[in-house]
């Protein structure tokens, strides 16, 4: 699992490359709890190389999508594979959570 | 085919594991969707029984067979851990999840989701929890 942030303004863009399972997620949830996260209000998620998640995975974002919603940030998903959609649509995390088809979507979404 | 897998209690071997049977499925041709799916259950059992009854102890093992039947595929995946107790399974709330940030607990609400079976058995020492998967 590869992760990598790149900073915009007041947004930050997190890429997701490779498998997020229990032994992986461990890092995503450092990446996700960095104060510096904290200071931007949109954090965009590319999940383009997203090839796995399992629930640990999942779990991280659920773990703090609240803490995030309170502080007013907004989190978006874009360039999710089907098979990978289908893990949280399981769940209905779908409908919890903003997924989208691609960065300019993201974007958009992000500045309303 | 080999189809049988054993591996040491560390997470490290869950892509070990998910390799192996997305190997397995490989000859059925499924759905990207149906075969993630199904590496998907297997990944959360195994990440169970590493983590929770085996704690992880690299010097316990768990085994995972694979067995084709006429309409569907098992799973047998075996350890000599503490024995996963059903009854005191709850189905999470996700929207609880979300507002008190609960990170894990929704791993066996997946495998319920997918699998068309799924047994707990122990025999005092060996635990083996089955999974079944109808395939058309």
New interface residues.
Partial sequence: MKITRETKDNTIIITLDG?L???SSVAL?EELSDPEIMAHNKILVNCENLN?I???G???F??????FEDAQIKLIFFNMQ???R??FE????DL?MTIVSNYEEAMTIADE | MNNLVKVSCSKKNLKLIRDFVSEYLQALALSDILMNQIVLAVDEICANLIIHANKEDTSKYITLSIIKKKDGLEFHISDHGIAFQRSNYKEPNIQDNVKTGKKGGVGIALVNRIMDRVEYTSDGEKNTCLLYKKIK
């Fill in positions: 498998e399972d229990a032994s949830d796995y399992s629930s640990a999942l779990g991280v659920i773990s703090h999508l609240q803490r089907d098979k990978v289908n893990v399981i769940l209905g995390l919890l």
